[in-house]
Each structure stands twice: as structure tokens, then as C-alpha cells.
């Protein structure tokens, strides 16, 4: 016996790499990150998260990627960190 398993009409499907919808989300969710990090001076991902309305585990790791890329900075203070677009400073 075969079992069939049927996707919610309308989910967003799995591509090879594990991302939903073949990584267009993630480029998305990058490209709103930076567009948001340009209205601020600095960030906490939990601040981001919220802004662009998506998970944080999701921003977390589009973040990780941005750094990866040179896109982004991440700054320490105190204890805390924050990301921030290169060379941009606190204001």
C-alpha cells in the first residue's frame, strides 16, 4: 500500500536546498533587512525580526548570511549585539 502525502493548497513547497519557494524567500527577507538596517543606526535581531514581520530563527539566519556576504556588520556593547550596514555609525 502506498500512502500519498498532499500538501495544504497554497503552502509554499520544499526546494532541494531546504527552503521554501527555491531561496526567493530568503533573498526577499535579506533585501528587507538591509533596506530596514538603512533607517536605522544599529539593531538587535529581535528589533529586525519584528520590523520586517518574520520569525526570528528565519532573520537570525539571514543575518548570518548577510555578515558572511560583508553586507552587514555585527557590533558588541556591553554585552549585547547589535548589526549594523558597514561604516554606518550610531546617530
Known sequence: MTLLMREKPGEPQ???NGEKDGGKMNEDLKESILKYLATVSQAKNKEVARAVGQDKHLVDKAIAELAKEGKI???????????ALPGKHET
Do not use: D, N, Q
Open 14 to 16: 520544499p526546494s532541494s
Open 73 to 83: 556588520e555585527y557590533r558588541s556593547f556591553g554585552g549585547i549585539t547589535y548589526i
